[in-house]
């Protein structure tokens, strides 16, 4: 049974910093590019990041370069996302998501998210002016 569950999320002020967590059960996260989405209450998701298996490369939507970080523990099966300099606009529900492509900032912005086939639930950021 495949589980994949973010955590991390929760109300900072801008410019401050949280450190998301997405853990792996029942799914051999190692094999697996991994990519952090977000979406904002009546916005499309949007990607936001993504790492390939092995953590050689990572790439990142322009509105989050030089404040975000995506990095893993394959041994954990674990994947992060370190945030800093959070910004208002930086709210939403961010997920993780695995399997998909990872290849370049392209593969950020505008993957198809139904092509992706392992999905969180979500964890809640909120960043408060």
């Known amino acids: 049974q495949v589980q994949v569950v973010e955590s991390g999320g929760g109300l900072v002020q801008a410019g401050g910093s949280l450190r998301l967590s997405c853990t792996a059960s029942g799914l051999r996260f190692a094999d697996l590019n991994v990519g952090w989405f977000r979406q904002a209450p009546g916005k499309e998701r949007e990607g936001v990041s993504c790492?390939?298996?092995?953590?050689?490369?990572?790439y990142y939507a322009d509105s989050v370069k030089s404040r975000f970080t995506v990095s893993r523990d394959n041994d954990k099966n674990t994947v992060y996302l370190q945030m800093d300099s959070l910004k208002p606009e930086d709210t939403a529900m961010y997920y993780c998501?695995?399997?998909?492509?990872?290849?370049?900032?392209?593969?950020?912005?505008?993957?198809?998210?139904?092509?992706?086939?392992?999905w969180g639930q979500g964890t809640q950021v909120t960043v408060s002016s």
């Open positions: 998501a695995a399997g998909g492509p990872c290849r370049g900032d392209s593969d950020v912005v505008s993957t198809t998210l139904r092509n992706i086939p392992y």
């Open positions: 790492i390939t298996w092995s953590g050689s490369r990572r």
